[in-house]
């Protein structure tokens, strides 16, 4: 808990740069943060709300899309990409340049270094927003946070994307741009393979890849399916979870998942300081739901 005082201690108002549809019902907030585009690591997010008005009084959080630097490369700026689902995503939607966040990060334990081969990430709906700075770090395409440079790289990435439908698919071009992959997948055909994005994982294990590491982002029947494909793989992989949250910072325990531990034991932890990201294997899962 040591880490809450100083987290809520950077709670600050942040200004709006840009904030664009990309999508169908998605845009790409750009904030103004010096301070959090230095520090903010691939894998971490943030609390964003409003600045004006109570509705909704609790933030909600955002996964780092991007950082944006000036000329020579100094951080100046963070982009997140969110879909509207309810109020909180609503209100985000209807500001403008100028208007004001209440903002707080970054937040949540991040990534580490990158594993030495091909990596694939797997995004189910808006899962796919943590893995472009991911991609781009560990292909050896920029630095992100205060930490030390990357020794060593992935050899390739590839982002499998499934989406309801092609006009969700946000930002294809920006991870294509960062020399990642794409194969898309869509519930309804419009675009890519018509079915599920495991599928297209699926595909690849069984004429033999073995990517060195498989990292999941998604709804929670899509990472249900992605543990028991891996698991029968035995591939390694990470899951970025995405559960409700208040604080963000480890205060009121709404985030809580089910964790195996070391013992093999199943205890509950904090998404949001001990997470967001957690070996699949050690989540505990709700059956699958297809
Ligand atoms: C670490 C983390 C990173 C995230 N990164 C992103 C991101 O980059 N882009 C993005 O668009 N979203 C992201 N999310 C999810 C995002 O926070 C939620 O979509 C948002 O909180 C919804 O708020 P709302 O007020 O619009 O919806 P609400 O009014 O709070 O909810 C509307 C409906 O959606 C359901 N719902 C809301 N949030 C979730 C959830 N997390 N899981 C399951 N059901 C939910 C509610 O039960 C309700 O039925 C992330 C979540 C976490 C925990
Ligand atoms: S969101 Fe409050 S403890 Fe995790």
């Known amino acids: 808990m040591d880490a809450v ?19 169908r019902d998605t845009f790409r907030l750009r904030l103004d943060d010096p301070a959090m585009a230095r520090s903010i690591r691939p894998g971490q997010f943030l609390m964003i709300r409003p600045a004006n008005g ?15 630097r000036d000329a020579s490369g100094i951080p100046i700026a963070i982009e997140v990409v969110y879909i509207v689902i309810g109020r909180g995503t609503a209100a985000l939607s ?24 091909p990596v694939v990430f797997v995004a189910g709906g808006i899962g ?17 946070g205060e930490g030390q440079p990357l020794t060593s790289r992935s ?17 294809v071009g920006d991870f294509e741009a960062a020399g990642i992959a794409v194969e898309l997948a869509t519930d309804d055909g419009s675009a890519g393979h018509h ?15 073995r990517p060195a590491l498989v990292v999941g982002c998604g709804p929670p029947a899509m990472l249900a399916a992605l543990s028991d494909l891996v698991e029968k793989f035995d591939v390694p992989c990470l899951l970025s979870l995405e559960n409700h949250m208040a604080c963000g910072f480890g205060a009121c325990f709404s985030c809580v998942a089910s964790i195996r531990q070391p013992d093999g034991s199943v205890d509950l932890r904090r998404v949001c ?18």
């Open 5 to 23: 005082a100083p987290l809520c201690a950077s709670r600050r108002t942040v200004a709006i740069l840009e904030n664009e549809p990309v999508a």
């Open 54 to 68: 109570s509705d909704p009084l609790l933030a909600r959080p955002f996964a780092l899309y991007d950082v944006i």
């Open 128 to 144: 796919q927003t943590p893995f472009l700075a991911l991609g781009r770090w560990w292909l050896g395409g920029g630095a992100y």
């Open 273 to 290: 300081v001990e997470g967001p990201i957690f070996p699949s294997r050690d989540v505990v899962r709700p059956p699958t739901g297809h």
């Open 94 to 117: 209807r500001l403008r340049p100028g208007d004001g966040v209440i903002a707080w990060g970054p937040l949540g334990n991040g990534f580490g270094p990158p594993p030495d081969g």
């Open 155 to 171: 050899s390739s990435a590839t982002l499998l994307y499934g989406v309801r439908s092609k006009g969700l698919a946000a930002g």
């Open 195 to 209: 079915g599920y994005v495991t599928d297209l994982l699926a595909r690849r294990l069984e004429r033999g890849e």
